[in-house]
């Protein structure tokens, strides 16, 4: 971004201008013990001297072979998702007010809108959501929507924790409460009650669960129908190239289905951005958040695009609006769309199989050490719990050392016990990766 700076004559006239002495009287709301400035900063340095500080950093950082999942994983994202991107036109986009100037966004998202309802077997995908949590909580307040007269939300106890942290955070805010379903002990999978809730609007169902196991979907979603619920999918975008898609569940299909695209072309960076999925059945539409693009024709008889569909609160009256959190991730969804387009359905299917292969090859490997076993059995995609005779968390920060980042400890999730970790392996882990896992953790189990 370029540097506007003012000197003191130009910031004098500005305050004169508006009539206030001095800029720190612009932040007399905030309460002072809060404007105090951070001690020990450094002084600042010059752009060549910090970039050569940053260089020095990134060459002392060892180079980490990652396991680790729960929401977030390490895939191969193809050389031409960041050499794209990166082009000026695609960097700094966003949905625009003014949409119908700037039809290559527009295309981007349609083509994105298209593979999202392709992968998920659904009618309609809107333009994405802030993230895949986020979502997840619009979603429920669609099935609200739909369900007027109902107040509650069926959660089962293994959706991941961060996600479910979102929903305790915001629906009680709307006078909704959740009602977390049991998991059977032995398997892991959701223990479904024999009635539901009388107010309960909808049943989540994860797949894949925080466990890294798989449901048995068609019996939850034939329950929901039975029950007059509706159903919220939330799914792992890659594993629906190997996994039945939701729009063909049970009899009827699922009704909303939610995700997050940080599988498909965006790098693990600190949290963040990422890129919320959403898809529903057509006859929903008028309530889905978001935005919706489609694809026309102008007089002249030329394809266009336009924004069809943006019942946020910037569009029309607040209390009529669909969303007021459902930010567009345009640069998510253009890297998204790129490795789709990309991958193509062949190569995406051999990411997924290559990393369900590799799961199940890690922890054969693993189960072959004293003392080493799965806690809940179950079939599984990409990811998967195994319990170890130390503590997960001491045994995750020793393999530091041999540069392999070696999962999530479920106590640190409050799922599990002291022992579990949780391992995600992907299509980017090799033979020689997961010999170098085993030996390292058999290294420290015998000592």
């Given at each position: 971004m370029p540097y506007i700076p003012h000197d003191e004559e130009e910031t004098a006239a500005m305050l004169a201008a508006i009539g206030v002495d001095r800029i720190d009287a612009?932040?007399?709301?905030?309460?002072?013990?809060?404007?105090?400035?951070?001690?020990?900063?450094?002084?600042?340095?010059?752009?060549?001297a910090l970039a050569r500080e940053f260089e020095e950093r990134a060459a002392a950082q060892p180079s980490l072979r990652?396991?680790?999942?729960?929401?977030?994983y390490a895939h191969h994202i193809p050389a031409v998702v960041p050499e794209l991107i990166g082009r000026g036109e695609f960097y700094s986009a966003y949905t625009p007010y003014q949409a119908e100037a700037s039809q290559g966004t527009l295309q981007v998202i349609f083509e994105f809108q298209t593979y999202i309802a392709r992968l998920t077997g659904m009618e309609v995908a809107n333009?994405?959501?802030?993230?895949?949590?986020?979502?997840?909580?619009?979603?429920?307040?669609?099935?609200?929507?739909?369900?007027?007269?109902?107040?509650?939300?069926?959660?089962?106890?293994?959706?991941?924790?961060?996600?479910?942290?979102?929903?305790?955070?915001?629906?009680?805010?709307?006078?909704?409460?959740?009602?977390?379903?049991?998991?059977?002990?032995?398997?892991?999978?959701?223990?479904?009650?024999?009635?539901?809730?009388?107010?309960a609007a909808a049943l989540i169902i994860p797949q894949?669960?925080?466990?890294?196991?798989?449901?048995?979907?068609?019996?939850?979603?034939?329950?929901?129908?039975?029950?007059?619920?509706?159903?919220?999918?939330?799914?792992?975008?890659?594993?629906?190239?190997?996994?039945?898609?939701?729009?063909g569940w049970g009899?009827?299909?699922?009704d909303i289905v939610v995700g997050e695209a940080q599988?498909?072309?965006?790098?693990?960076?600190?949290?963040?951005?990422?890129?919320?999925?959403?898809?529903?059945?057509?006859?929903m539409v008028r309530q889905m958040p978001g935005r919706l693009v489609a694809r026309t024709q102008d007089a002249a008889g030329r394809v266009g695009y336009c924004l069809t569909l943006q019942a946020r609160e910037q569009h029309i009256r607040r209390g009529q609006a669909?969303?007021?959190?459902?930010?567009?991730?345009?640069?998510?969804?253009?890297?998204?769309?790129i490795a789709l387009a990309s991958l193509g359905a062949y190569g995406l299917r051999e990411a997924a199989v290559r990393s369900h292969r590799q799961a199940r090859s890690l922890l054969a490997a693993l189960l072959g050490l004293q003392g080493v076993r799965r806690p809940w059995e179950g079939p599984f995609f990409n990811e998967f719990v195994v319990r170890f005779p130390m503590s997960a968390v001491q045994l995750r920060d020793a393999l530091l050392?041999?540069?392999?980042?070696?999962?999530?400890?479920?106590?640190?999730?409050?799922?599990?016990?002291?022992?579990?970790?949780?391992?995600?392996?992907?299509?980017?882990?090799?033979?020689?990766?997961?010999?170098?896992?085993?030996?390292?953790?058999?290294?420290?189990?015998?000592q």
């Amino acid at each position: 971004m370029p540097y506007i700076p003012h000197d003191e004559e130009e910031t004098a006239a500005m305050l004169a201008a508006i009539g206030v002495d001095r800029i720190d009287a612009l932040f007399d709301e905030i309460p002072q013990h809060l404007q105090t400035f951070p001690q020990g900063v450094p002084e600042g340095l010059s752009e060549m001297a910090l970039a050569r500080e940053f260089e020095e950093r990134a060459a002392a950082q060892p180079s980490l072979r990652s396991f680790a999942g729960a929401g977030a994983y390490a895939h191969h994202i193809p050389a031409v998702v960041p050499e794209l991107i990166g082009r000026g036109e695609f960097y700094s986009a966003y949905t625009p007010y003014q949409a119908e100037a700037s039809q290559g966004t527009l295309q981007v998202i349609f083509e994105f809108q298209t593979y999202i309802a392709r992968l998920t077997g659904m009618e309609v995908a809107n333009a994405s959501l802030y993230d895949g949590a986020s979502a997840l909580f619009e979603a429920c307040l669609m099935a609200l929507r739909l369900r007027p007269q109902q107040r509650s939300i069926l959660v089962p106890r293994y959706l991941l924790p961060h996600w479910r942290e979102v929903l305790d955070s915001l629906l009680p805010l709307q006078d909704v409460r959740c009602i977390e379903l049991d998991a059977d002990p032995q398997r892991g999978t959701v223990r479904l009650p024999a009635q539901a809730p009388a107010d309960a609007a909808a049943l989540i169902i994860p797949q894949i669960n925080a466990l890294g196991l798989l449901e048995d979907v068609d019996a939850l979603q034939r329950w929901a129908t039975d029950q007059g619920l509706l159903s919220i999918a939330v799914v792992q975008p890659l594993s629906l190239a190997l996994l039945r898609e939701p729009g063909g569940w049970g009899e009827s299909g699922a009704d909303i289905v939610v995700g997050e695209a940080q599988a498909l072309g965006i790098p693990l960076n600190g949290g963040g951005p990422y890129c919320g999925l959403f898809a529903c059945r057509r006859d929903m539409v008028r309530q889905m958040p978001g935005r919706l693009v489609a694809r026309t024709q102008d007089a002249a008889g030329r394809v266009g695009y336009c924004l069809t569909l943006q019942a946020r609160e910037q569009h029309i009256r607040r209390g009529q609006a669909t969303s007021n959190v459902c930010t567009n991730q345009g640069l998510m969804v253009t890297a998204a769309t790129i490795a789709l387009a990309s991958l193509g359905a062949y190569g995406l299917r051999e990411a997924a199989v290559r990393s369900h292969r590799q799961a199940r090859s890690l922890l054969a490997a693993l189960l072959g050490l004293q003392g080493v076993r799965r806690p809940w059995e179950g079939p599984f995609f990409n990811e998967f719990v195994v319990r170890f005779p130390m503590s997960a968390v001491q045994l995750r920060d020793a393999l530091l050392a041999d540069g392999i980042l070696a999962g999530v400890p479920l106590a640190e999730l409050g799922l599990g016990e002291d022992g579990d970790l949780l391992i995600a392996v992907t299509e980017r882990v090799s033979d020689e990766d997961i010999d170098d896992y085993r030996a390292a953790v058999g290294r420290i189990l015998e000592q």
